[in-house]
C-alpha cells in the first residue's frame, strides 16, 4: 500500500524517467524436507516502488538484510522479481527471458563490490574489458583492442596493461578494470553496488571523483547502492532509505540530510562516527537497542517497532504507507520527526 | 589528560615509561620476493586509562604491530626488533611460555572479523570458560557463572541461554560482543582492538564503541584501536599514532591531529573523506598514487613520491628518512617530516584546512 512515485505527469512515465519499479517483490524461499517443501522465505524485497530519473544518482541506503543489494540485482535482472514490475525507458523488463534481456543489458550496468571476486583472475585486462563487446557481437570503431585502450585510458590506467593480469593490481585500479568494463556498451543506467566499499579512504576518493567525472562527460545515471553514509550525501541527488525490505524514507539529498522524518533515517545519521573531536560531548546520540530483526520473520506492521523510541501500539497493527510529507519528500512513518504526527499517539509500547 | 611535558614522546630520549611501551619495533618479514618490512622502525606509548588511536590504510603495517604486540606471529616467520615493553617486561625477549601467559590475563586482543576470531565447534561460553580457566583456578561452575556475567555485562540479552550458543548462532553485533566479554573476562590491563568494527553495521558500530569505552573506564585499561576510520578514533582515541608504509607518520592528541595536523599525509586523509558535519564539497581531495611496496619502499620519505610539498624539502625528502620527531609546540606533538615546522604550520592553516 505505497504511493507510486510519478515525476511529473499525471499519469505513467515522464520522458525523463528512465526506470520506474512498481511494487517490486522478492522473496527467496526456504526449503526442507526430502520433497523441498517451502517452508518459509526470506522476504529481502518486500513491496518497493522507486522511479530513477535520466541522468540523476539516486542512492538506495541501509544496512545488512535491508534489501538494498538484492534490489540492485533485480533492477539488472540478475534476478527476477516475485512480483511487482521493472520498467526501462517503458518497456517491462520484469519477466524477459535471458534471450530477450541480452540486447538490454548494453544499458544497464552493474558495477559490484568486491574487486577481487568481480574480475575472472584467468582473463587479462584487455579480454575483461572487451568481453562485452564479444558477447554482444559488437566490433567498436577501430577495432576492440583500440577501443579497450580508449576505455582504460578513460578510467585513469595505463593502456599499456592491456595484457596484465587482475592480481598485478591494486584495489583501487581493479576497480576502475570494473569501470572499464561496465562503460565498454554505452550504457545508460549503471547500478553501483558499494563501489567503494572495500577500497581504502585514499583511493575511494580517487573512483568517487571518477565515478563523478564518468557521469557527467558521458550523461550516466546511476543506482549507487552504499551503507556510508557520507559517500551517499556526496554523490546523490535523491536518496532512499531501505530497512528490512521496505523503503522507509526517500528525498532529495539536501532534505533528507538536514530534515530526516524516520526515526530509522535519524538513528542512522547520529550513529555515524565524524572526524571532529568536539562532537564527541556534544552531540545527541541515539542509541538503537538490538540488532536487525530477521528478513525471515520481520515485525508486522511498521517493521521498524521493534528498535523504534517512538513506538506506539498502532505501529504494530497498521503498517504505516509511505506518504509525502513535503514536496519530494516521502516517509513511512506514524509518528516521523520534523513533521507533525499521522496518527493519535495510542499507548508506547513497553 | 594530555601528554605532558614531563613524560616526552616515547621516541628517544630520556622518560618515564608508558604502560605499553613500544620502541623502534622493526617486523620484517623473509619472502621469495624479497624482505616485506612490514613495520619499521616504530615507537609509541600507552598508559592505563587512555585510548592510542592507530590510523593507516592497508599496508601501513598497523595489525602487524598489533599481532607483534601479542605475540601472535608465528616465530620463525617474522624478523622482529626493537623493544616492546608491557608494564616493564620486554616481551621480545620472554619466552613463547611466558607471553602464552600473559596473553588473556595482562593483554588481550579484539578481531575484526568475530566468525573467523572464534572457534566455530565451541559454545560462545565454553571459549570463555577456557580463557577464564586458564588463567584462574576456580571450578567450572564459578567459571561459568563468570561467563554468563560477562556476557551480561556487554549487554548480549539472555545471558543464561546465550552462553550455550555456538557463535554462528549469533548476529554480526552480538558475537563481537561475545568476543568482548571473552577478551575481557580475565580483566586484562592492555586490550587491543583491531578494526572491531568495520565488518559491522554503522548502528550496531555506535553500540560497540560506546561498550569499549564503558567498559575501558571500568577496568582502567589500556586501549590500542587499530582502524582506518578517521571517525571511529574520533569518537574513541585520547591520542592518536598515524602510520604509512610500516612507519609513524604523526603522533599527537587527537585535538591536535584533527584541530592541527601537520602531516601531508595526515591532511590527505582528512581531505579524502566525505563528511556528514561539513557542507557537501564539490569534489573530494584524494591523496594521488597508491599505496607503496613493502619490499621496495620509496627511499628517503616512504611518502614522498604522493606528496604534493614534496619540492618544499629541497630533495631531501627523496633520499633521507625523517624521524619521528617533536614538532615544537612542546605538548607531545611529533611529526616525521622534513619540512620546516613553522611552513607547515603555515600550509595547513593557508592551503590545506579552508579547502576541508
Known amino acids: 500500500m505505497t504511493v507510486t512515485e510519478t515525476g511529473g505527469g499525471a499519469t505513467g512515465q515522464d520522458a525523463a524517467d528512465l526506470l520506474t519499479v512498481t511494487g517490486l517483490v522478492k522473496h527467496f524461499p526456504i526449503r526442507q524436507g526430502l520433497l523441498q517443501r517451502q517452508v518459509a522465505a526470506v522476504q529481502a524485497v518486500d513491496g518497493i516502488d522507486l522511479t530513477v530519473k535520466r541522468g540523476e544518482t539516486l542512492a538506495l541506503v541501509g544496512e545488512s538484510g535491508c534489501g538494498k543489494s538484492t534490489t540492485g540485482r533485480l533492477l539488472t535482472r540478475l534476478e527476477e522479481p516475485t512480483s511487482g514490475s521493472i520498467v526501462f525507458e517503458g518497456r517491462d523488463i520484469s519477466h524477459l527471458r535471458p534471450g530477450q534481456m541480452r540486447p538490454l543489458r548494453r544499458d544497464v550496468q552493474i558495477i559490484f563490490q568486491d574487486p577481487y571476486s568481480s574480475l575472472n583472475p584467468r582473463h587479462t585486462v584487455g579480454k575483461i574489458v572487451s568481453a562485452p563487446y564479444r558477447l554482444q557481437g559488437i566490433t567498436p570503431e577501430g577495432g576492440v583492442k583500440r577501443a579497450v585502450q580508449a576505455l582504460l585510458e578513460t578510467v585513469g590506467l595505463n593502456p599499456e596493461h592491456y595484457n596484465r593480469y587482475p592480481h598485478e593490481f591494486s584495489g583501487g585500479q581493479r576497480q576502475r578494470i570494473g569501470i572499464a568494463r561496465t562503460l565498454a556498451l554505452k550504457p545508460k543506467l549503471i547500478i553501483l553496488d558499494e563501489p567503494v566499499s572495500a577500497l581504502d579512504v585514499s583511493i575511494q576518493a580517487q573512483v568517487v571523483n571518477l565515478l563523478e567525472d564518468l557521469q557527467e562527460e558521458l550523461n550516466l545515471t546511476y543506482v549507487f547502492i552504499a551503507h556510508d553514509l557520507s559517500v551517499v550525501r556526496h554523490v546523490s541527488n535523491r536518496v532512499a532509505v531501505m530497512y528490512l525490505g521496505k523503503i522507509v524514507e526517500i528525498a532529495d539529498q539536501q532534505s533528507l540530510y538536514t530534515r530526516p522524518m524516520h526515526p530509522y533515517t535519524v538513528a542512522l545519521m547520529s550513529a ?13 546520540r541515539i542509541r538503537l537497542q538490538g540488532d536487525v530483526p530477521s528478513p525471515i520473520n520481520p515485525p508486522p506492521a511498521c517493521r521498524f517497532h521493534t528498535r523504534c523510541w517512538k513506538a506506539q501500539h498502532v505501529c504494530t497493527t497498521e503498517e504505516p504507507p509511505l506518504y509525502e510529507l513535503e514536496p519530494g519528500h516521502r516517509v513511512a512513518c506514524h509518528f516521523p520527526e520534523n513533521a507533525p504526527d499521522q496518527r493519535t499517539p495510542d499507548g508506547p509500547l513497553a | 589528560m594530555s601528554l605532558t611535558s614531563e613524560r616526552e614522546h616515547p621516541v628517544g630520549g630520556a622518560r618515564s615509561s608508558a604502560f605499553l611501551d613500544v620502541r623502534d619495533l622493526r617486523v620484517h618479514f623473509p619472502t621469495d620476493d624479497g624482505l616485506v618490512k612490514s613495520v619499521d622502525g616504530l615507537s609509541f606509548g600507552v598508559d592505563r586509562g587512555r585510548t592510542l588511536g592507530i590510523v593507516g590504510e592497508s ?13 601472535l606471529h608465528k616465530r620463525g616467520t617474522a624478523n622482529i626488533s626493537g623493544e616492546i615493553l608491557l608494564d616493564g617486561a620486554n616481551l621480545i625477549e620472554a619466552s613463547a611460555e611466558d607471553v602464552r601467559r600473559m596473553r588473556g590475563k595482562r593483554m588481550a586482543m579484539i578481531f575484526q572479523d568475530p566468525l573467523s576470531a572464534m572457534h566455530p565447534y565451541y559454545t560462545v561460553g565454553n571459549q570463555i570458560i577456557e580463557a577464564y580457566r586458564i588463567h584462574n583456578d576456580v571450578s567450572k561452575k564459578k567459571a561459568r557463572a563468570h561467563a554468563v556475567e560477562m556476557l551480561d555485562r556487554v549487554g548480549i540479552p539472555e545471558p543464561h541461554r546465550r552462553v550455550d550458543a555456538y557463535p554462528h548462532q549469533y548476529s554480526g553485533g552480538m558475537r563481537q560482543r561475545a568476543m568482548i566479554a571473552m577478551a575481557l573476562s580475565c580483566d586484562p590491563d592492555l586490550l587491543i582492538a583491531d578494526e572491531p568494527t568495520t565488518a559491522l553495521d554503522v548502528t ?3 553500540q560497540i564503541l560506546d561498550l569499549i569505552r564503558d567498559l575501558q573506564r571500568e577496568f582502567n585499561s589500556a586501549v590500542v584501536i587499530i582502524t582506518h576510520d578517521l571517525g571511529v578514533v574520533a569518537e574513541l582515541a585520547d591520542d592518536i599514532l598515524v602510520m604509512y608504509a610500516g612507519r609513524g607518520m604523526e603522533y599527537g592528541t587527537a585535538e591536535q591531529i584533527f584541530n592541527e595536523p601537520e602531516h601531508p599525509y595526515t591532511w590527505g586523509l582528512l581531505g579524502s573523506m566525505p563528511r556528514l558535519d561539513r557542507d557537501r564539497s564539490e569534489r573530494l581531495l584524494p591523496i594521488k598514487g597508491t599505496p607503496p ?3 621496495n619502499a620509496p627511499p628517503g620519505c616512504p611518502f614522498h613520491p604522493r606528496c604534493a610539498f614534496e619540492a618544499n624539502t629541497g630533495g631531501l625528502a627523496q633520499t633521507e628518512r625523517p624521524d619521528l620527531v617533536a614538532s615544537g609546540t612542546g605538548r607531545g606533538h611529533n611529526v616525521a617530516c622534513h619540512m620546516a ?3 607547515r604550520r603555515q600550509i595547513w592553516r593557508d592551503e590545506i584546512k579552508p579547502m576541508l
Open chain 1, 272 to 284: 555515524v562516527p565524524v572526524p571532529d573531536t568536539k562532537r564527541r560531548t556534544e552531540r545527541e
Open chain 2, 59 to 71: 599496508g601501513s603495517g598497523k595489525s602487524v604491530t598489533s599481532m607483534s604486540v601479542m605475540g
Open chain 2, 204 to 206: 550496531v558500530q555506535a
Open chain 2, 293 to 295: 611496496s613493502l619490499i
Open chain 2, 341 to 343: 615546522p613553522v611552513q
